[in-house]
């Protein structure tokens, strides 16, 4: 009995040890949380090391909510900070970097009912950086250089991911009428891009203490932001693209050989890059400041890089900017005029007519900037191309090459040489003469004609003599060749029977 009634009291040792195994879990868990701000704080400490990693998420992790995460399961708010006005001329430097550090959280902008407050709150902000920046009157501190790069780092640099398309080929034409992608988050990220912008422009950034953090790494992943298919992005990074290559001179070659990889990707691997225009944009501008003579480097990057971007399909999304960088080549260099045209006979379209009508653009131009001796040099093979395209059944084609006789300068050109050209492309103007369906290309074809009679009346009748006696030969082989298919035909029918 005595038994029974102690078994039923509470056990006193095993609620003290129940206890004792709380205090040792919550005293554990303090540890823990502990630790993990510690860490935190030695992250943010670590400013060079973040800023080589160029974080994506904000300074307290991944946040995408309307708090601070402290990586220990505690938010605070996401509240304004005072402004500039309202704090002493010692205190600046110190709330500038406070304010970099709040911007550096990432919002969800796929739902635009979420975080509106906080959204307003970095928004402001940032406008105030960016008035700061550009209204400084002393040198931006080291401290503050690195804050600026975590936080341009945290905001810009994400994984891009492209709108599907429908069918995996894509015409250049299609991609014209197609809209362009517009980032959600532009209203962040357009404030962003405008500091940064403002802050490597800014004759209160030290360079040598920039380069520090704007680094061959952070140059990188600002290259591949140029496949951003939002067009104002890709404009915003053309801009700090060419301030950053005009103003850390150490990185020039590093920026050239990164884009030149691009290129070599884009040209013989994918065919896909939404930024070519604007790398080609920027480097129209630099060939326009090289010294001359011209390196063996941008000869080669002219071979190698330039020629061939006339190979993709896509052409027509960047030919205005390709063409002008090709034009300045020649400009700063007659003597590239031969390798040029030679390179755009290597790549002459076949069967697409409307690239076929840009390459005569193009050779117009390259032609201007051309001298006799480089016309001389690569005449025969150009005028063979010419003259198919003079005797192509799509008129626009044929229409445009007719019009290089309007040139005064590749006119005079013609005329110097017309011994050896004329002979070569007599038959396809004589051809158009007689048969060309298209009116104006037959106008066309009579004024050349006139031009060449009226300047040279013996090499024109020899020519013609020429082509009469070549099209009787032509008719009298055809005639042999359908006398022998015939014969064929009657010893196989008579084999038959």
Not at 282 to 304: M, Q
Not at 375 to 393: D, E, G, I, T, Y
Request: charged share 25%; aromatic share 8%.
């Amino acid at each position: 009995m005595w038994k029974q009634i102690l078994s039923k009291l509470p056990n006193k040792k095993s609620s003290k040890n129940e206890h004792h195994h709380r205090g040792h879990s919550s005293s554990s868990s303090s540890s823990h949380a502990s630790t993990s701000k510690s860490s935190d704080n030695g992250v943010r400490k670590s400013g060079h090391s973040q800023t080589k990693n160029a974080p994506v998420a904000s300074s307290d992790g991944n946040l995408k909510s309307s708090g601070n995460n402290n990586n220990n399961g505690v938010f605070t708010p996401y509240e304004a900070l005072p402004s500039f006005k309202d704090v002493p001329n010692t205190e600046k430097q110190t709330l500038f970097i406070k304010k970099l550090n709040l911007c550096r959280v990432v919002f969800d902008f796929t739902d635009p009912t979420k975080n509106i407050k906080e959204k307003e709150i970095k928004r402001q902000t940032l406008l105030e950086l960016v008035d700061y920046v550009n209204s400084a009157n002393g040198k931006f501190s080291e401290g503050s250089v690195q804050e600026v790069v975590r936080m341009v780092s945290a905001n810009i640099f994400r994984t891009l991911n492209p709108q599907p398309r429908e069918n995996k080929v894509i015409d250049a034409l299609d991609l014209e009428e197609e809209e362009p992608s517009m980032d959600l988050a532009w209203p962040h990220l357009q404030l962003v891009y405008e500091l940064f912008l403002r802050f490597v422009a800014s004759p209160e950034t030290d360079t040598k203490v920039a380069k520090r953090y704007i680094d061959q790494s952070f140059v990188l992943r600002l290259l591949d932001l140029f496949d951003s298919e939002d067009p104002r992005e890709r404009d915003c990074l053309k801009t700090i693209l060419h301030r950053i290559y005009g103003k850390f001179m150490v990185h020039r070659p590093f920026i050239r050989k990164s884009i030149n990889n691009i290129f070599y990707r884009f040209v013989f691997e994918t065919e896909k890059h939404n930024g070519i225009a604007e790398f080609l944009e920027i480097l129209g501008s630099i060939i326009n400041g090289f010294a001359l003579p011209l390196k063996e480097e941008h000869k080669v990057f002219l071979v190698r890089v330039l020629i061939p971007l006339h190979k993709p399909k896509c052409l027509q999304m960047y030919h205005q900017q390709l063409s002008y960088c090709i034009t300045q080549f020649v400009e700063k260099d007659c003597k590239l005029a031969d390798t040029v045209i030679r390179g755009l006979l290597k790549y002459w379209p076949v069967t697409n007519s409307s690239k076929e009508v840009m390459f005569l653009n193009e050779l117009e131009e390259v032609l201007e900037a051309t001298q006799p001796p480089e016309f001389q040099r690569c005449m025969v093979p150009l005028f063979r191309q010419l003259a198919r395209c003079l005797n192509s059944l799509h008129f626009q084609v044929a229409e445009r090459a007719l019009f290089l006789w309007n040139n005064n300068h590749i006119e005079n050109l013609i005329m110097q040489s017309r011994k050896v050209i004329l002979p070569i492309i007599f038959p396809a103007l004589e051809r158009n003469a007689q048969k060309h369906w298209n009116q104006a290309v037959h106008s066309l074809t009579l004024n050349v004609r006139k031009i060449f009679q009226d300047l040279d009346p013996e090499l024109f009748k020899e020519c013609l003599a020429k082509f009469k006696d070549d099209e009787s030969k032509q008719g009298e082989t055809k005639a042999k060749r359908e006398a022998t298919w015939k014969r064929l035909e009657e010893v196989g029918m008579r084999k038959g029977k």
